[in-house]
């Protein structure tokens, strides 16, 4: 079975960094992108950065020159380096995988269970 798993999470006070990871296992044989989410209490889930095979990346507005992106292809891992933490950044982020699929179903999303960002004032 396919998962993922995210770690890094934690309590940072304004200024800090953290840096989130994660790892996918599982019968993965191609990967289109894999991305972090973010869902902040009472709003939707949105994007916050998103990196394809081909090493293309993409970043909310909000958190470009702040946050990094990067992967790695042999160990299916994707990281988020995030400097400068704003309270505004607190949330629980989602991995997010997707896999490319058959002619019925082109493509498979696949998401971790989340990990806590809480920045302090």
């Known amino acids: 079975q396919v998962q993922l798993k995210e770690s890094g999470g934690g309590l940072v006070q304004a200024g800090g960094s953290l840096r989130l990871s994660c790892a996918a296992s599982g019968s993965i044989f191609s990967i289109n992108g894999m991305g972090w989410y973010r869902q902040a209490p009472g709003k939707q889930r949105e994007l916050v950065a998103a990196?394809?095979?081909?090493?293309?990346?993409n970043y909310a507005d909000s958190v470009k020159g702040r946050l990094t992106i990067s992967g790695d292809t042999a160990k299916i891992t994707v990281y988020l380096q995030m400097n400068n933490l704003k309270p505004e950044d607190t949330a629980v982020y989602y991995c997010?995988?997707?896999?490319?699929?058959?002619?019925?179903?082109?493509?498979?999303?696949?998401w971790g269970q989340g990990t806590q960002v809480t920045v302090s004032s």
């Open positions: 997010n995988m997707r896999l490319p699929g058959s002619s019925y179903r082109p493509i498979y999303d696949y």
């Open positions: 990196i394809t095979r081909g090493g293309s990346t």
